[in-house]
Nanobody
């Protein structure tokens, strides 16, 4: 079993930055594909970014050039650096982990989920 705990959300003005963290425990973190998803009220959960075991990354078009996903395998921690935030980025952000190594932009391919952290961007 894997436990994921997100932190770092909050309220920020448009153009500001936040750094989300996801602490993982219970399984070998370094061999798992990891990702960030977000869900706004009334919307489905959407892909934000993913990172493979070797550090390869993939981003949703809406966040390319603004968000950076990274991982520290020694600390069993996943990060999402969010710059130039926009009001449309407002959502609950979820950390997710796969049992396999690869990158995937589909929520159904992830086996473990955190409880989510709220990000609110004011205009």
């Amino acid at each position: 079993q894997v436990q994921l705990v997100e932190s770092g959300g909050g309220l920020v003005q448009a153009g500001g930055s936040l750094r989300l963290s996801c602490a993982a425990s219970g399984r070998t973190f370094s061999s798992a594909g990891m990702g960030w998803f977000c869900q706004a009220p009334g919307n489905e959960r959407e892909f934000v970014a993913a990172i493979g075991w070797s550090g390869g990354t993939y981003y949703a078009d809406s966040v390319k050039g603004r968000f950076t996903i990274s991982r520290d395998n020694a600390k069993n921690t996943l990060y999402l650096q969010m710059n130039n935030l926009k009001p449309e980025d407002t959502a609950v952000y979820y950390c997710a982990a796969r049992r396999t190594l690869g990158i995937l932009d589909k929520a159904w391919g992830y086996d473990y989920w955190g409880q989510g952290t709220q990000v609110t961007v004011s205009s």
